[in-house]
């Protein structure tokens, strides 16, 4: 049998059986609508909640859709101690703080392990892991003497610096993967060229895995953005809070310890949209950066 | 790719920074937890050394033992769900139509929220008279009087927490199992059509064996992870009822936050870390093993 | 091997230096005192110029205490006080690092029953020489200054005080045929009178029990306790807790209430963010809370008609109450004393005291004011101002742990008695053996 009959034979198997699926890919689509709406669901739900009027979003049992719109939660978010655009800002900065030092570290590091020679490279590789499975909740008052001697506390700084701490191990370890697939004849011939290591890192290898750094950064911003604890610790001035603080504080919020579920979701909601915001717009690099990165 | 001597200095000059960050601000901390594990201290009294009381002081203490079995409990209940559900979820979607790339992209947007967040979100769905899931269920008639989910039995709490972090991180597998579907070559799996496969005998003999990579990854990440479990336990039950829904990490929080029990904090730290250490060599030796 | 000897060189060295910053910053801690003998005298105005900083914990009065420092920031502009509220849960750890570390605020607002803590720990500024002498201070609530003493030296005012009373629901008093100006004076009238309310039917309940609240709990089920001349809390190492025949008393009548249908269903997962949304509702008899409850309720329920009584014990007239609320404290490394010491006399004078706190409906920290002119406006307030009278607050080195505590035996022993049938002895025992062991840390 020669290769075309095969492969004739192959493709008419494939377009039986495709239409056999095309029955079972309605109620297959079914399940996929299904999928979205529970998935969804509970983000609507909390926007929803989040444009109640502060009683109804107080109310129990509570509604489905609110009899009114109103903007009362968010007001009193946004005028909460120091102001919500206040603590957005502290998350803001923090975040993107965070990013530029996991990527400056990370990015050459994982240069050095995936192309250089260095003795003892998989040691320092593992070790430089490890940071991932001690609980950091543990070494969060270690951190703190040590940023209180050098000043570090109620600094955006200082938060960036613990949030890269903890983003480390994962940032490395996507980077060596993703670095360690770029194929070799990329470089070899700038390298024949007379580039320095440093173009090569630039101008080949970077632009060659700019999916697996939009993953750490679009990860190592989640993090940031949503870390509460080491904040908690760190930060000891109202005017550096950031924006799990704050909703932490919803939730004692009303006189005596009582939840004030409005503006909860009110600061749910605006704690969400950025990050899906960020996920959406930059879906496409970072789907594959997760999928060419990880499997290794 | 570079070698000689120069360049090797080059690789270290650039390995570093990273190094020596990691240096500062990881194993620093570290060595002093490793310290303080050797001392009662207070932080507004001075230390007090008690070489290894601490280690056995956790071994006695029965609110260790409750803490690190629930977070087996629901290590165990958790990662099933989450592999099996997640794998599902990429034979579902893995398919370049605009309707399984929409899906793919849905089930994937609760990853990216952050857990506190998340845990904030389902909290309030679950609250007792408060929340949407309860006031749906007695109108769908399948209640008749509000379910207490978080904080009053562990068991139901542990399920109702499971309940909202499989929403938000079954997403991360799911995509990684995508990508190593994807990447399964297409004459394999045409050629065993031709064979007469159904569906499920190519997807448990062919495309299964040939990811079991992605598999064993994505069960080892969430392994660790359910094994540091906090975040979403602090925030939904504070360990109610009596501490039997705190983990081990919430355990380890208590000491070291409120209880000012530092030393002690940083031994139950230690053991957990080693504890996983030894979970994360023998999956790895498992993995090896069905490799080679 | 070389990267063998390395690493364990570099271990060693972390190790050094992590033991030589230690004991850097455990040397620290012997600051010397601020206080000097020639303190200046306290004014209600600025001793220096500059911000103050302040910290006071989330989940208390907090819109009393805003209230003070925006009265105190209107007449003292040039030295405001910038309020940072930490989250309540963590503010005993973060109280510790930030003296650990150097830094303070200026003064700070604290949950008065960890204040012996903080005391025994040297970590509070000893004001005695400052403040002893005030006139102001012999009237001012004894609970506070109970817990803000400690070996007989002072080391704070009270910020704000609560105290907790038993709530009644006089149109639910009518309705079951009882007496609306007549609120039940022991435990075994409490129990009956629920019953009869209880059987109005309609999702109405005689009492409420707040299943997962440590606090709520000490607050509204300890003084009945204590009005049963029982002891709660152990003091500190070697004290013995949970004294006298009132403690298995009232657990059994707490039982007894919750089996008989008397607590609400949902009440077993309260875990005191809607606590104060429960009277309110209408659709509880009776119930322990707080006087912050009495514009709480008003703004909820308009129409209700309510009335306030003491806790009771079990015997007839026997009465308790649970004065809880905030210091005003000065942590030790504070650099702002003498204006720490201005606001304490700011927030104890008597104008302060009527046009603040009393004008707010919120009870006056000094007992010497609260015959005022809104109280007279208000039965209410008086009524629950009497329970100053009857107050005590628990005094002991590890309430947090021992009592406030989510996961403490406090909670423990109260949750085995309304939820399970297990032998109260026994439950009692347990606590008590866990209880002994917190304190004597």
Known sequence: MTATVARRQRAGVVATRARARGRSGYLLGAVCVAICAVMLAPLVMSVLASVKPTAEAAASPPTYLPHGLSLDSYERLWTYQQGLPTYLFNSLGTALLAIAFTLALTVPAGYALARFEIPGKEVIFVVLLLALIVPYQALLTPMFLLFARVGLTNTLVGLAILHTAIQLPFSLYVLRNSLSAVPRELEEAAIVDGASSWQVLLRILVPATVPAIVTVALFAFIMSWNEFLGALVLMSRGSSFTLPLILAAARTETSLGGTDWGMLQAGVTISIIPCVLVYLLLQRYYVSGLMSGAVK | MFRGRRSRLVGMAYLAPAVIFVLVFTVYPLGQMVWMSFHNWSLITPPRWVGLGNYQRALADRQYWVSFLFTLKYTAIITPILIVGGYLLALLTVERSPLRRLTRTTVFIPVVIGLGVSSLLWYWLFSADFGPINKALMDLGIISKPVLWLGVDADRSNLAIIASVTWKVMGFGMILFVGAIQAVPTDITEASLVDGASYWQRVTRVILPLTLRSVLLVTLVSVIGSLLAFDQFYIMTAGQPQNETATSVFYIYLNSFPYLRLGYGAALSLILALTILAFTVVQLLLTRRSHA | ????????????????????????????????????????????????????????????????????????????????????????????????????????????????????????????????????????????????????????????????????????????????????????????????????????????????????????????????????????????????????????????????MVKSGNVPEGARSENGETFHLQFGSGKVGMMGTGNFNITLARQQNPKMDFGIALLPGMAPSSAASFIGGDLVVVPKGSKRVDDAVNFMKFLLSDEVQVEVYAKALNLTTRTDMVDNKYFQAEPLVQDVAKALEVGRTPYTLTFFEQINSPQGPWLKMLQRAYYSDDNLDTVIADAKAAMKTIANQ
């Open chain 3, 1 to 256: 091997m070389e990267v063998h000897g390395m690493r364990s060189r570099l271990r060693w060295l972390v190790l050094v230096a992590a033991a030589i910053v230690l004991l850097a910053a455990c040397s620290q801690g012997s600051d010397t005192p601020s206080t000097t003998a020639q303190a200046p005298a306290a004014t209600t105005s600025c001793a220096s110029t500059g911000e103050l900083t302040m910290w006071e914990r989330s989940g208390g009065n907090k819109q009393m205490v805003d209230m003070l420092v925006a009265a105190w920031n209107e007449k003292n502009p040039n030295c405001k006080i910038k309020l940072t509220y930490i989250p309540h849960t963590e503010m005993v750890g973060k109280i510790a690092q930030g003296i650990a570390s150097g830094e303070v605020p200026d003064l700070m607002g604290m949950d008065l029953i960890y204040a012996p803590q903080f005391e025994d720990a040297q970590q509070l500024v000893d004001l005695t020489d400052r403040i002893g002498s005030w006139p102001e201070i012999k009237t001012a609530s004894k609970g506070h200054m109970t817990v803000a003493t400690f070996e007989n030296r002072v080391y704070g005012v009270p910020l704000y005080a609560d105290v907790s009373a038993l709530f009644y629901n006089k149109d639910l008093f009518k309705r079951a045929g009882l007496d609306p100006d007549k609120p039940p004076t022991s435990l075994p009238e409490l129990r009956e009178y629920a019953d009869k309310i209880t059987a109005l039917g309609g999702g109405i309940k005689g009492y409420y029990l707040p299943g997962n609240c440590a606090g709520c709990n000490i607050f509204t089920v300890g003084p009945l306790m204590w009005a049963s001349g029982a002891k709660i809390e152990a003091a500190g190492p070697g004290d013995e807790p949970l004294v006298g025949d009132g403690v298995k008393q009232v657990l059994q009548f707490t039982r007894d």
